[in-house]
T-cell receptor
């Protein structure tokens, strides 16, 4: 099964951009790349997803490498409320719809 | 309000005593899934369901059962719980996978302790 690899933790200053990387070197052609985040004591919440092209929404941007073996979640201006664990996920459609979570990156935001 | 609900939110039980954790969604989603979350391991998928009467194993299905008799409900059953099933459990739902807009909505979690 395809897996994702993320740094265990990252640190950012408030109001600065944050680039959260994810490696998924064994991604298949039908895998969508999703990002979720989990605030303390809550369930994960959706952030963004994409297949091949870069994506933007009100929360973040997703930059996908041309070979799709890596992606980067971009928070344009980190706030204290963005401190969370960020998960890079592959959602696939091969014999079913498994969802494979990585271990996630814990983002610390300093005031 | 669109939401996924889980009950109970907290449960302490003993080894071997059958239990059911309920999950319900009010968004008419076809896809539902159960995950467990353990320190250092992130979330791991237990079972998922594409629609009523259609279920399949995730990565860690051993010791768990599910059923999908109604579209809105997807209970997780532990027939004979063991201490290694002590974990934080999340239920999630999403529209049918064929759509571009397939965001998963997660419930608030159920913290289970098996003594």
């Amino acid at each position: 099964d395809a897996k994702t690899t993320q740094p265990n933790s990252m640190e950012s200053n408030e109001e600065e951009p944050v680039h959260l990387p994810c490696n998924h070197s064994t991604i298949s052609g039908t895998d969508y790349i999703h990002w979720y985040r989990q605030l303390p004591s809550q369930g994960p919440e959706y952030v963004i997803h994409g297949l091949t092209s870069n994506v933007n929404n009100r929360m973040a941007s997703l930059a996908i490498a041309e070979d799709r073996k890596s992606s980067t979640l971009i928070l344009h201006r980190a706030t204290l409320r963005d401190a969370a664990v960020y998960y890079c996920i592959l959602r696939r459609n091969t014999g079913g719809f498994k969802t494979i979570f990585g271990a996630g990156t814990r983002l610390f935001v300093k005031a | 309000e669109a939401q996924v609900t889980q009950n109970p939110r907290y449960l302490i039980t003993v080894t071997g005593k059958k239990l059911t954790v309920t999950c319900s969604q009010n968004m008419n989603h076809e896809y539902m899934s159960w995950y467990r979350q353990d320190p250092g391991l992130g979330l791991r998928q237990i079972y998922y369901s594409m629609n009523v009467e259609v279920t399949d194993k995730g990565d860690v299905p051993e010791g768990y059962k599910v059923s999908r008799k109604e579209k809105r409900n997807f209970p997780l059953i532990l027939e004979s719980p063991s201490p290694n099933q002590t974990s934080l459990y999340f239920c999630a739902s999403s529209p049918y996978e064929g759509s571009w807009h397939n965001e998963q909505f997660f419930g608030p979690g159920t913290r289970l302790t098996v003594l």
